[in-house]
């Protein structure tokens, strides 16, 4: 029987197989969901003054939440086809998950990533979760912020504040 999904990390190390990997892992096969792919995260670490890796995460996860870019949308509509599929990223694992992660399992010492945020959409709990809304992105001083041009709405993180860590 499969286990449950798991955020895995991708290798550059020669012979590394994905598939390979996932099968081997919990019978399951993965797909990749870097930024190479549909599946990335638009937001990216330093981006804006202070911008972390955990900053990068809530505002993918608000832009899903408010469901109004393309992309979004676009996520949305097709995110029944990562189900019972281990979701595979750069972002860095603890040594206790190195070999993957279960979806919705929340680890301080693995590296944020966005497959957290596909985990808690496909376990059914992004409903839940409150974290998602507009509001100061912990320590950038930036705001998550809606705004719309010719019709077309638009998120964007905005109002650096300077403030330093």
């Known amino acids: ?5 798991r955020r895995i990390q991708l290798r550059r190390t020669k012979g590394f197989n994905l598939q390979r990997e996932s099968l081997a892992l919990n019978g399951l096969p993965a797909v990749k969901v870097d930024r ?16 972390t890796a955990a ?21 949305m509509e097709h995110i029944h086809e ?3 599929k ?3 990223c750069w972002c860095r694992l603890c040594q206790a ?37 507009p509001g100061t992105l912990s320590n950038t001083g930036l705001r998550l912020m809606a705004n719309s041009v010719n019709g077309t709405v638009f998120v964007r993180c905005a109002g650096n504040s300077g403030s330093s860590r």
């Not at 029987?1 to 999904?5: L, S, T």
Request: overall charge neutral; proline content about 5%; charged content about 20%.
């Open 1 to 5: 029987m499969a286990d449950q999904p």
């Open 36 to 51: 190479s792919t549909q599946w990335g995260n638009v937001y990216r670490v330093g981006m804006y003054k202070n911008f």
């Open 55 to 75: 900053d990068a995460v809530e505002a993918f996860r608000y832009r899903l939440k408010e469901n109004i870019h393309l992309d979004a949308r676009w996520i």
């Open 82 to 84: 990562l189900r019972k």
């Open 86 to 88: 281990n979701l595979a």
């Open 97 to 133: 998950h190195a070999s993957g992660k279960p979806l919705g399992v929340v680890c301080p010492d693995c590296a944020p990533c966005h497959v957290d945020v596909y985990g808690d959409i496909l376990l059914s709990a992004i409903g839940s979760d409150t974290s998602a809304t």
